[in-house]
């Protein structure tokens, strides 16, 4: 079993809709989690980082934690055309590596 | 700073070839991964350092595979001899070993690698 679950799509939202992504783990271990963004093509960027329960906002973005249910979402608002891309979950524990997720293909039509 | 510096960026190969991807990290940043991204199996940790040391090499699939890091601004991964298995976009990325900044990873552009 994969460490980092997330469900691969594809998930199609409309342009404005919000768009909701989601990641378990299953490493109780596991302190760090992170949301990365990757265009056809393109390297992995970081798109938020959070270390406690509960939700984090950024701008359009917000992620939130629950490490009782070892679960991690990514919430992405007024999604534009340009937010389609492969979101990547990944997790982190005492170790600096990073396990992340197989990803899920995220298509905002417009 | 130029970000994670990685070369070639394309590279194709015949089978049995010997393979060399190179990396120069952000500057300051202690640690360095290589990653090997396929659409089978995603984006899988091969091997990372630390001020220059190797310190989990576990994800490396087989005796094949070899990584050096001889200083803080450059590192390899070599591959010999090279298998058509072992077509995927290798990734190289740095992070600072800062409390404030650690396990933010940031990937260079990747090297595609496509052994005939």
């Known amino acids: 079993q994969k460490e980092v679950e997330q469900n691969s799509g594809p998930l199609s939202v409309p342009e404005g809709a919000i768009a909701s992504l989601n990641c378990t783990y299953s490493?109780?271990?596991?302190?760090?989690f992170f949301w990365y963004r990757q265009y056809s093509g393109k390297s992995p960027e970081l798109i938020m980082s959070?270390?406690?329960?509960g939700d984090k906002e950024d701008g359009r973005f917000t992620a939130q934690l629950n490490k009782a249910s070892q679960y991690v979402s990514l919430l992405i608002r007024d999604s534009q055309p340009s937010d389609s891309a492969t979101y990547l979950c990944a997790a982190s524990g005492s170790a600096r590596q990073l396990t992340f997720g197989s990803g899920t293909q995220l298509t905002v039509l417009p | 700073d130029a970000g994670v510096i990685q070369s070639p960026r394309h590279e194709v190969t015949e089978m049995g070839q010997e393979v060399t991807l190179r990396c120069k990290p952000i500057s300051g940043h202690d640690y360095l991964f290589w990653y090997r991204q396929t659409m089978m199996r995603g984006l899988e940790l091969l091997i990372y350092?630390?001020?220059?040391?190797?310190?989990?090499d576990s994800g490396m699939p087989e005796d094949r595979f070899s990584a050096k890091m001889p200083n803080a601004s450059f590192s390899t991964l070599k591959i010999q001899p090279s298998e058509p298995r072992d077509s995927a976009v290798y990734f190289c990325?740095?992070?600072?070993?800062?409390?404030?900044?650690?396990?933010?990873?940031?990937f260079g552009a990747g090297s595609r690698l496509t052994v005939l």
């Open positions: 490493d109780r271990v596991s302190q760090s």
């Open positions: 350092f630390n001020n220059n040391v190797p310190i989990d």
């Open positions: 990325a740095s992070s600072t070993g800062r409390s404030s900044g650690a396990n933010v990873l940031t």
């Open positions: 959070i270390y406690s329960n």
